[in-house]
């Protein structure tokens, strides 16, 4: 039925917007015949759609919609891709927008002055909160389209997977396009003389076309290609999304942040869970095993928790002047690495998994070259070769086509032959390389390629899941696209420099997880004393200890080596002593130690904040917007970062500082380390030395952690003791001044309320009975008094009221042994 079309002659429009009758929680309307305003159904206003008008030549099309004759061709060096935009005519503008309704949908046909169609887009809401525009092409060659929507002087915009330089991406044109990041990075997206080595500031291998909006909605971008996103960096005041038809575009609205992530991850897929080992400490161990058993074992004589090795030359490795550099083969190197399997085996007794490696580059000289090219398992050009490139090893290369079921196979096999051998996981590194003039079994590399990730984590997790010895494993990647939240257990932020340079190293870990965090990855971490050292500095002691610390408050807890290792102790030769590890020296090993007991303990906060992810789709690690949305300051720091709701990090990231100024959102917040209760909406100078980090726990939050002791979260033994033997046994830290609960993933809960006025002195009563002071020894219940707070030891599950003169409180531990031993530490 038709519902309006507006042309030249037609009657004077009407004085009221078109209603073009969407339900699902928004309302469409059109005016003026070709501005398209999309509101929730309680007035908000989340894409105020633009007039139609003319373009300029050379111009963006800031008008509502417009298409364009356009298309991208990359030139690709080492990974990383240069587009040429071919144009073919101007951007032409809708000049009016046919409307009319079928049994599901609202259908605009956009047309120009003379009525050709340009696209066509079916609005329709498959659920509540969800929109999804369906964008097809019209009567000509054109399919480029520009939507194009007004910007306020609140608007915001955060998301778009791993970025290095922004959380807010207002003023950015951000293209999502899969490549390497780069070894270092410009602040800008122009392509210099290096363009292929230097990263661009969107260079990302994972950048998800999906942002987050101030104004409560998410966007995501449903394509294959790349998509780019003008945030109000075009014009002040206007905004546009460019895409290649046929696409889709999804709003999905809140109205809060949670809601938001909520719905979108229902379509595009929830993060993860994966296994209990993914949140122990990881320790990198290499130069074959030998010294993998050494570095093992002295991490047991040095009392320091950890449950995963992980050996990336377990195929092989070479000394390369100071660099040491992988080999490309699919087994082990039986030399650098005899009887893999006992050594699995004697690593599994020692209390950890063992990781190994893999990517799918397949150079020429690697020995499994003939096989699969005679078998057809290689990406080809257009005339039937086999494509060749230089890869990262600077030899000939091509990569194994995961489009065809039958080299699927192949790669499956190679890790089921790594599991055979004692392997639990793997890093699954690379997949950004794809280049866009191959040709795979499943279609052209330019319609492949930004899918390409996804193809290598599907064959991982085809792996994992077909595993004859059906054994819970885990693989980590870097590269990725929609669809990767759910299949990968762990993502870590790529190969950032060995220093603290704000382009591409430490200070960049934040803002890639806050992004990340907003397109479905949880699970996250980061390669702590960077990777790359082949134009700064190896890794330095200060490096290390502040890259260690914010290790200890992320998700995952992983060393790395970096690409100049230094050798071990013993080794010959001696290489990159200046290079700084967890053993380097004592202090080291006792800072390395303290942040890995802390990590570990934290085991049921980051459990049950990666169960809430995959259930809800809002992540461990968020940037403080999702939690103050209306506040202009947590949109736009690159320092900070919320873990859950309650936990507020702030590392130092700079050079030679040991301190930093601290943005606290609006309420009472205290120091982890130590000190009394602080008001929020205000900056504060915070002193941190080498050892410390900055971190703030929300009034109200109650965050439960393991006793000292555990060292493993696999393999326990008596003398690698495991989560198991403490129990059920708890250290509750309660922060007054509000209210909250925690409930573990095994069902224990803890809850904290208030009324009145909790300041000044304090007593206590467990389970009705008055708390007196601690003797020697500790007979519980009993407390102490320690700076800005008390101590109370108690057993069992109960209630423990907290009295002052103003007030009254009740601490709530419900559930577990009766004689579980807590240790309930209040801070006023």
Not at 293 to 304: C, G, I, S, Y
Not at 677 to 686: E, I
Request: charge should be negative; hydrophobic fraction near 35%.
């Amino acid at each position: 039925m038709l519902v309006g079309c507006y042309d030249e002659g037609d009657p004077p429009l009407p004085e009221k917007p078109l209603d073009l009758g969407i339900s699902g929680g928004f309302r469409a309307t059109l005016a003026g015949g070709s501005r398209l305003t999309v509101a929730s159904a309680d007035g908000r206003v989340l894409l105020d759609g633009l007039e139609s008008g003319e373009v300029a030549e050379g111009e963006p099309p800031l008008v509502g919609f417009a298409v364009r004759d356009l298309t991208i061709t990359y030139d690709m060096q080492f990974g990383a891709f240069k587009p040429d935009d071919v144009t073919n005519g101007p951007w032409k503008p809708a000049a009016k927008i046919g409307t009319e309704t079928d049994a599901d949908a609202s259908v605009l046909t956009l047309r120009d002055e003379g009525g050709k169609a340009l696209a066509q887009v079916r609005l329709t809401t498959p659920e509540e909160g969800h929109l999804v525009f369906d964008i097809t092409p019209g009567e000509g060659p054109e399919r480029r389209f520009s939507m194009g929507f007004a910007c306020d002087e609140a608007d915001a915009f955060a998301g778009f997977g791993s970025q290095t330089h922004d959380v807010n991406h207002r003023g950015q044109t951000v293209p999502t396009f899969v490549q390497e990041q780069g070894i270092g990075k410009v602040d800008h997206d122009e392509y210099t003389l290096a363009w292929y080595l230097v990263g661009r500031r969107h260079s990302s291998h994972i950048p998800i076309p999906q942002y987050l909006a101030r104004r409560g909605y998410v966007l995501t971008a449903e394509t294959n290609l790349e998509a780019r996103f003008a945030l109000c960096s075009e014009s002040e005041t206007a905004a546009r999304v460019e895409l290649t038809m046929p696409a889709k575009l999804h709003v999905f609205d809140g109205p809060t942040a949670d809601a938001a992530l909520t719905r979108s991850s229902a379509t595009f897929g929830r993060p993860r869970l994966p296994p209990r080992v993914a949140f122990a400490p990881w320790n990198d161990g290499i130069f074959g095993s030998d010294a993998v058993r050494a570095m093992a074992q002295r991490l047991r004589d040095e009392d320091v928790p950890s449950s995963v090795i992980w050996s990336e030359d377990w195929k092989g490795a070479e000394w390369s002047g100071d660099g040491y550099s992988l080999s490309e083969e699919w087994k082990v190197d039986e030399n650098l690495y005899p009887n893999f399997a006992q050594l699995a085996n004697d690593l599994h007794a020692l209390g950890f998994d063992f990781h190994v490696y893999f990517n799918p580059f397949i150079y020429k000289s690697s020995s499994v070259w003939t096989e699969l090219e005679s078998k057809g398992y290689l990406i080809k050009k257009a005339d039937g070769s086999t494509y060749t490139f230089t890869g990262a090893k600077f030899t000939d290369s091509s990569l194994v086509d995961l489009t065809n079921p039958d080299a699927r196979a192949w790669v499956i096999g190679k890790m089921h032959d790594a599991m055979a051998l004692g392997a639990d996981g793997w890093m699954n590194d690379f997949a950004e390389w794809l280049p866009t003039d191959s040709v795979t079994f499943g279609g052209s590399g330019n319609d492949i390629h930004n899918i390409y990730p996804v193809l290598w984590q599907q064959t991982a997790r085809e792996a994992i899941d077909t595993a004859p010895d059906g054994k819970e494993r885990l693989f980590f990647g870097r590269s990725g696209w929609l669809g990767t939240p759910q299949l990968a257990d762990v993502i870590w932020a790529g190969d950032q420099r060995t220093d603290m340079q704000p382009d591409d190293g430490l200070p960049t870990v934040l803002p890639i997880g806050i992004g990340l965090g907003v397109t479905g990855v949880s699970t996250y971490g980061h390669d702590i004393g960077g990777y790359q050292s082949a134009t700064n500095e190896v890794t330095s002691k200060e490096t290390f200890f502040r890259w260690a610390s914010l290790g200890a408050w992320s998700p995952v807890m992983r060393t790395h080596h970096g690409t100049k290792p230094s050798s071990y102790p013993g080794m010959d030769p001696v290489k990159n002593q200046g290079q700084w590890r967890w053993d380097t020296d004592a202090e080291t090993i006792a800072h390395y130690r303290n942040y890995t007991k802390l990590h570990i303990a934290l085991l049921p906060m980051w459990e049950a904040l990666a169960k809430h992810a995959s259930e809800t789709g809002v992540p461990i690690w968020r940037g403080l917007f999702m939690a103050y949305p209306n506040d202009p300051q947590a949109w736009s720091l690159l320092d900070e970062v919320m873990i859950g709701d309650n936990l507020l990090v702030a590392p130092v990231v700079t050079k030679g500082k040991t301190s930093r100024s601290v943005y606290l959102p609006e309420g009472t917040w205290y120091p982890w380390q130590g000190g009394g209760a602080v008001s929020g909406g205000s900056t504060l100078d915070v002193t941190a030395d080498l050892t410390e980090i900055p971190v703030f726990a929300r009034a109200g939050s109650v965050i439960v952690a393991l006793p000292d002791g555990v060292m493993t979260l696999v393999n326990s033994s008596p003398e690698v003791p495991g989560p198991e033997s403490v129990g059920d046994s708890r250290v509750v830290y309660a922060f007054l001044g509000g209210e909250g609960s925690f409930t573990e993933t095994g069902g224990l809960t803890y809850s904290l309320s208030q009324s009145g006025d909790l300041t000044g002195d304090l007593t206590f009563a467990w389970e009705g009975g008055a708390v007196g002071a601690c003797a020697d020894p500790v007979v519980a219940p009993c407390v102490e008094s320690v700076a800005d707070g008390y101590t109370i030891h108690a057993e069992g599950s109960g209630n423990l009221e907290i009295t002052s003169a103003n007030g009254t409180g009740t601490l709530t531990i419900a559930g577990g042994a009766q004689d579980r031993l807590l240790t309930l530490v209040v801070r006023r």
